[in-house]
């Protein structure tokens, strides 16, 4: 065996040191972790002090950065709202989505999206004042984590309603225009800002449930 082959086999059983020092190294985290680790920090000063009363500075102290590094992920502390937003909305559409698959007729699963949905928004935003302003800023201002929101659940439910219209329960229409007129029917309980502070003059749950089906079950929409 050479001297040269003996080197090989030496580097290439043993690290050398300066090999064995950059393996030691702390991975640097990459830019979608930073701005995950600072959506989670807002969302935690936002859970206790308010989105409008937690600056930018704030969540750079919390994670021991400078207000001038925050900037490199997010262009404005209103990026990192809409940003806590979606993640809040995020969670309702999965879901949605998880009952959207189970197996069971459309009605049943129409049934269960609305009433789950109806009381997870509830259980998140009810004890949690400051995170219903954050939600009920971005209905009133018409944020885009808003619309995604809407947009995600009429998917959703078109996805249930064309289902339904496979296996012959409901006639067969655009399964997309009859999500968005039971998105329309059901905002007050679908919206998580309003199902907080229901208007006891609406209609129930249960009520809007038997209207939407039964306008389902007869199948007529305008021709456009």
Not at 34 to 46: K, V
Not at 187 to 207: K, N
Not at 214 to 222: P, Q
Request: with cysteine.
């Amino acid at each position: 065996m050479s001297h040269s082959d003996a080197a090989l086999l030496v580097v290439a059983g043993k690290p050398s040191r300066e090999g064995a020092g950059l393996a030691a190294m702390p991975l640097r985290p990459t830019p979608s972790e930073m701005r995950s680790r600072i959506i989670e920090a807002a969302e935690r000063l936002f859970r206790k002090f308010g989105y409008r009363k937690t600056t930018l500075a704030d969540i750079a102290l919390a994670l021991s950065m400078s207000p001038a590094n925050i900037y490199r992920f997010f262009r404005s502390k209103h990026a990192i709202d809409e940003a806590v937003c979606r993640r809040l909305l995020g969670d309702p559409v999965s879901l949605a989505v998880e009952l959207a698959q189970r197996n069971a007729t459309a009605e049943d699963r129409l049934r269960g999206f609305f009433s789950a949905i109806v009381r997870f928004n509830v259980e998140q935003f009810r004890p949690n004042d400051a995170l219903h302003q954050l939600v009920a800023t971005a209905a009133a201002e018409d944020w885009p984590a808003l619309r995604e929101y809407r947009d995600r659940m009429e998917f959703v439910l078109a996805t249930i309603i064309a289902d339904g219209m496979g296996r012959g329960e409901f006639p067969k229409v655009d399964a997309r225009r009859a999500a968005r007129c039971v998105c329309t029917s059901m905002l007050q309980h679908l919206h998580p800002t309003p199902v907080v502070r229901v208007d006891r003059g609406q209609a129930s749950l249960d009520d809007m449930l038997n209207f939407c089906l039964a306008a389902l079950r007869h199948g007529e929409l305008s021709q456009d």
